[in-house]
């Protein structure tokens, strides 16, 4: 198999236990990526919780600007004027209206690539027309103070399993590694970071472009619960509230053929795999799924569309070491409300081989890098994979997959806006683009639905109970 090589700006340094010598990361080397020591002001970080109110963020970010000032000092601000939900997002942001600095396409790539991942730079060579919008940078990520006091908690606190990567004990809901040893941790506070208790999308739309030479997209409408039940307001250990990290519900509403089918997934923190029941309106029937995870095809998308790949990443870390090979200053997704233009016409938005640049919106910000290599002994369709974590709320905002041949085949980023309702960032609209197949998708956004997705801080309604999330229940629910 071909090897695949990092991003020739990308620094490695080697995973440790934690906590990391200050030794280790002094000797990691030259650099031509904001490595982990002077990427924080040429220091490397002792697992000291005071830092989090002094150089860094409470979530564990550079407080500081960046060297020419492109990147600003973060600090705290409100960020919405008044909105209430079933207004534009758009229309409630402080920012609302700035407008772009420059854009990027075929013609001047490489004149900014040392600004982009070799995925954005293939995907905007290959895709016909792709461009981006650059704007000024606004760091509008911000955390409540319940989840900056268990953050601060956590530092010392927090661990893993001894197997290296399930998650053994955190105070929640916070971050439980704000500054990582190694890419495990930094995986586990993207997968656990707080965004509310629930998510809801109501007439959400799963899109695939269509086929070379066909018009014909897959489209599917569905109702959606994502449940956390780690996530109430306040402060516990993790090792109390039970063993799974989320619950989702999904029943589908179109096209015909798919109407009425239905299906629960529970995901864990401690073990591999889902536990997946779904049911079949024409056979009045519940089955359970026991394979549906990891790279597994999500049915009915073509084999575009794995289950690890929702929202950029989801699932167990257990098939992948997890090496975090630093920092670098990228332009990425961030105050993208194009994508929850939940009003706006889904024609105009989702085109025929890319999102509308006018719905997509690019800022320079700091990512954490993070090499997925696949583990001896076990399989994935996509054995090297590449993830970008904002720094500000450690969302996934950029990924890479290769496959067996060591080429380049996936890209999907993220498209983060500020929550008003958690008062942090997320990332749940996101897009892929198969660089192989010539082919995207567009997924759990709001973009010409005419429902907004909609955040829970408080558990509310039967899908907001572990209870629910069985066969029994699903059964109940659906023969109704």
Known sequence: MTAVLPHPEIRTVAPSAR?????????????????????????????????????????????????????????????????TWGKPRLSGWKHKGDKPLYSIDAGNVDKHADKLSPGQIATIKQVKGYRMDVYPTRRSCGVP??????????????????????????????????????????????????RGVATEFKNGASLVSPRPGSSEWIKYVYDQTIFLPWAEKGSRKLSETGKNRSHTAFSYISPTALAGQAGVISDFLDQAGTEAFYYFPGQRRVRR??????????????????????????????????????????LVPYNAFGAFEFDGDMKEIVQPDAINAKNRRYELHRVWVIEA????????????????????SWNAVLAEDYDAQGKLWKV?????????????????????????????????????????????????GPRMKSSYYTSESLRAVSER
């Open 19 to 83: 906590p990391l010598p200050v030794s280790s990361l002094r000797a990691a080397g030259r650099l031509g990526l904001l490595a982990l020591a002077t990427t924080l002001g040429g220091h490397a970080w002792a697992q000291d919780a005071s830092a989090l109110s002094g150089r860094l963020t409470p979530v564990g970010a550079e407080r500081a600007a960046n060297k020419d000032g492109s990147i600003p000092a973060w600090a705290p601000e409100k960020q919405d004027t008044g909105w």
């Open 145 to 194: 103070d319940f989840v900056a006091d268990n953050t601060r908690k956590n530092v010392g606190f927090a661990k893993l399993a001894d197997n290296g990567w399930a998650l053994q004990d955190g105070w929640v809901p916070g971050v439980l590694f704000p500054m990582p040893a190694n890419g495990t941790e930094a995986m586990w506070n993207m997968a656990m970071r707080y």
């Open 289 to 330: 799924l026991p394979s549906y995870a990891y790279d597994a095809p999500q049915v009915g998308f073509e084999n575009q569309y794995a289950i690890d790949e929702v929202q950029v990443f989801q699932g167990a870390l257990d098939r992948f070491d997890w090496k975090l090979a630093g920092k670098k200053e990228l």
């Open 373 to 392: 290599t696949v583990k001896q002994g076990v399989r994935h369709l996509a054995p090297k994979r590449t993830f970008y974590l904002d720094e500000d």
């Open 412 to 460: 999907r980023e993220g498209y983060l806006i500020p929550v008003f309702e958690t008062g942090t960032c997320d990332v749940v609209a996101f897009s892929q683009h198969n660089l192989v197949d010539n082919r995207y998708l567009f997924d759990f956004h709001a973009a010409g639905t005419g429902t907004d997705v909609r955040w829970f801080t408080e558990a509310s």
